[in-house]
């Protein structure tokens, strides 16, 4: 009888890599379908994000040096020369002496340098008695202070998570290039092997590393394209 003659694990990859010189294709998708799948370039952003400075809080945008020391006991008024419109730039400069209304999220008007809370401040009509002080930047996301333009955000050969998807929505980028998924077929072999779903004979076995096999592919980014069945017997074999 002539017996099967094994190899190492580590002899049985290198002869499938010299055997097997495999040039992975690539392919462009829509970020939306890209969960799972292997960055095939390096990733730069085209802008600053945030985009410009921009509000925390609801509150009025002042500049600092103006109320330095301010406190319920010691309120500093300013003059409100207008309000921050959502998704605009503001059309007001904060000179000293005054300041302007900014909503959570409103761009940053020129001449400010910070934002105090509407918790901390009166409302006297075209007067805001600012009661409390704060410092430099207080109350800002700063331009780019997330992400810089230019910067690498994801690297070549990465798998693209949820939160990948989510980085490259906030950048504007639609499309993204990834390695196509390496096909693979799996031969389960065995004359007790049989398919799930078939009834069990005595001596028989259902057919396990199909599926075990399967999810490592799928998990590993790969695509299962054809599942065999195969029988030991000589006989079966070559018909």
Do not use: W
Request: aromatic content about 6%; charged content about 25%.
């Amino acid at each position: 009888m002539k017996f099967f003659k094994t190899v190492s694990l580590d002899m049985a990859f290198k002869e499938i890599s010299n055997k097997n010189n495999i040039i992975l294709k690539t392919e462009k998708i829509e970020i939306e379908n890209s969960l799972g799948r292997i960055l095939a370039e390096d990733i730069y952003s085209e802008l600053d994000l945030p985009s410009f400075n921009r509000s925390t809080v609801d509150g009025y945008a002042v500049k600092v040096k103006d109320v330095f020391g301010a406190s319920d006991f010691s309120p500093v008024p300013l003059n409100l020369k207008g309000t921050v419109v959502m998704g605009q730039k503001s059309e007001h400069i904060v000179e000293s002496g005054s300041c302007v209304y900014i909503p959570t999220g409103g761009m940053l008007p020129e001449g400010a340098d910070g934002v105090v809370m509407i918790e901390d401040c009166e409302f006297l009509g075209d007067e805001i008695l600012i009661n409390k002080g704060i410092s430099n930047h207080s109350n800002l996301i700063l331009k780019g202070s997330e992400i810089q333009k230019n910067q690498k955000i994801i690297s070549k050969g990465e798998r693209i998570t949820s939160g990948h998807i989510g980085v490259l929505a906030s950048i504007g980028r639609k499309e993204i290039e990834i390695f196509e998924k390496i096909k693979f077929s799996i031969i389960s072999t065995g004359d007790e092997v049989v398919s799930i779903g078939s009834t069990l004979k005595i001596g028989e076995v259902y057919d396990i590393n199909t599926h075990i096999f399967s999810s490592l592919i799928e998990e590993g980014a790969g695509e299962v394209v054809h599942k065999f069945l195969v029988k030991d017997s000589l006989e079966l074999l070559s018909k």
